[in-house]
């Protein structure tokens, strides 16, 4: 066997994983590393990426490289690829695999192979990692051709080496042992391993080896610390193999890495988790915060109840707070209800949110406005005032969209102003669709707000009428991962006819989970409000 000091390879191993977390570091480190690496699609295998140490391992030029498969390269055997990936699946990971390799030119070659998966904008990928080990196994194969070659080769190995017999007293020890533990190897040899261990770790290493020695196991790795001759720590990983002669234990030989650097590293990492932890913490419980703020302005369920009876409200944010909103007024005989659609989702709608229902609930309380129409030219007025970025004639961009009509609870009129979401009337089977103006609330032109139009309708009993956002119909999903679309929208609505307003509300939601349950994401925030005459 050969001992070979990896300490730097795993060193810079762990600092690239830490670096892939960001694209900028993803290439700066697959650039620059002194190792060959290569990425693929997991798909169909394809190498979308090498380095240039990949390059000059292999003796390829990048373009002879850039979609072409392993196979079609020829430089790992197919035999070994189902190998490895086998062992892919079963565990998610390959470590230090020992692959023969071969160059462009067909020259033999030794490698340490490794692979992780991870996710790069979207695509699945893994990242195979190779070591050129080729002059590590040349001088394990001379080694046993010559006791001088093994000799020089152990003393210049860059990790500490050493042989113990089966009591554990060191019996060999190689010169790197002072670099590492400031002990000479003259000074150590005889004497038990234990010497260097650290006390609190004696118990374990010990009944760790003994295990291994009572098991016949032939090989063993462990990470523990260790006391240099100042008394300084240091952190090792160790790995042990035992020598015997059939069933009898003749000693065991030793590498020993420095893995100090590593485990600070890991340290630091582990310190920035619980950073960034307490960070996501305190933002998650200050938007829950803000969704109780949020909620007490929405009106409650009594009082749609009281005013509406037979109605229901689909809400479902996208986050734990959305941009969409419902609000609802009775002045005099008349109820007034919307559904608005604020400029994004998450905290940003959701500040928007609270600023549009105050502004509505001021045009009728305080203004005294009972138009649907004259309703949503003051919340145009006030949004632009709030909202105001004027700058060289650039508008505004935060808005809404928004449904709103009044309803005469004596004569059952209907009144409709709209900011690009429609109004829906279902009458016997045939649906009537009132339709918005094609413009934002808050929007300029030629210097003016746009006017909204008012709309009227007699309604008669048994009529249907559905306010709603653009979430539900925008929703991608189904067999093809396709948006719903209004049209889809409409037929679900016509589906439900037969149902009361609280199923319909039930049939509503199943209808959507079902859809979207292809693509999984909730796409935008979902509102559909409904009203039964």
Known sequence: ???????????????????????????????????????????????????????????????????????????????????????????????????????????????????????????????????????????????????????????????????SDANGNFTYINQRVTNLTGYSSEELLGKHFSILIAPEWQEKVKNTYLEQFKNKTHETVMEFLIHT??????????????????????GFQCIVHDITERKKANL????????????????????????RIQDT???????IRELLPQSFVLFKPKDVIGGDFYWLEKFDNKVFIAAVDCTGHGVPGALLSIIGYNLLSKSINERGQTRPSD?????????????????????????????LCSIDLNTNM????????????????????????????????DGELRKFTNHKMQLEKGDTIYLFSDGYPDQFGGP????????????????????????????????FEEWKRASEDQTDDILIMGVKV
């Not at 990492?269 to 950073?275: G, R, S, V």
């Not at 009144?415 to 109004?423: I, K, P, T, V, Y």
């Open 1 to 163: 066997s050969m001992y070979h000091d990896i300490s730097g390879r795993l060193k810079a191993e762990e600092t690239e994983r830490a670096l892939l977390q960001s694209r900028e570091g993803w290439i700066k480190l697959f650039n620059a590393s002194p190792t060959g690496m290569i990425m693929a699609d997991i798909e169909k295998g394809r190498l979308i990426e090498v380095n240039e140490s990949f390059l000059s391992i292999f003796k390829y030029k990048r373009n002879e490289t850039i979609g072409f498969t392993a196979d079609e390269l020829g430089f790992v055997s197919t035999e070994t690829q189902v190998r490895s990936f086998t062992k892919l699946k079963q565990q998610g990971y390959l470590r230090n695999e020992e692959v023969p390799a071969h160059t462009k030119e067909g020259k033999r070659i030794d490698t340490l192979f490794s692979v992780e998966l991870f996710e790069m904008e979207g695509q699945q990928c893994f990242l195979c990692i190779f070591h050129d080990i080729s002059e590590i196994k040349e001088m394990e194969r001379k080694l046993v051709e010559s006791e001088n070659k093994y000799r020089k080769l152990i003393e210049e190995a860059g990790d500490v080496l050493y042989t």
């Open 480 to 511: 093809e991962g396709k948006k719903l679309k209004y049209n889809g929208f409409k037929k679900i609505l016509l589906s439900i006819q037969d149902f009361g307003v609280y199923d319909q509300k039930k049939l509503l939601d199943q209808t």
């Open 375 to 403: 309703i949503l030219n003051d919340l145009s007025n006030g949004v632009n005032k709030t909202l105001r970025k004027n700058i060289d004639n650039y508008a505004v961009k935060d808005t809404m969209d928004i449904a």
């Open 414 to 445: 209907l009144e409709f102003a709209g900011a690009h979401n429609s109004l829906y009337v279902i009458r016997k089977s045939e649906l009537i669709e009132i339709p918005a103006d094609r413009f934002p609330i808050g929007i300029i032109l």
């Open 229 to 250: 001759k100042t008394g300084k720590e240091k952190w090792v990983e160790q790995i042990v193999i035992m020598q015997r002669t059939k069933d009898v234990v003749n």
């Open 297 to 303: 302005i929405f009106p409650p369920d009594e009082l």
């Open 268 to 291: 630091l990492l582990a310190e920035q988790k619980k950073i960034i932890e307490l960070k996501n913490k305190n933002i998650l419980d200050s938007i829950n915060y803000a969704k």
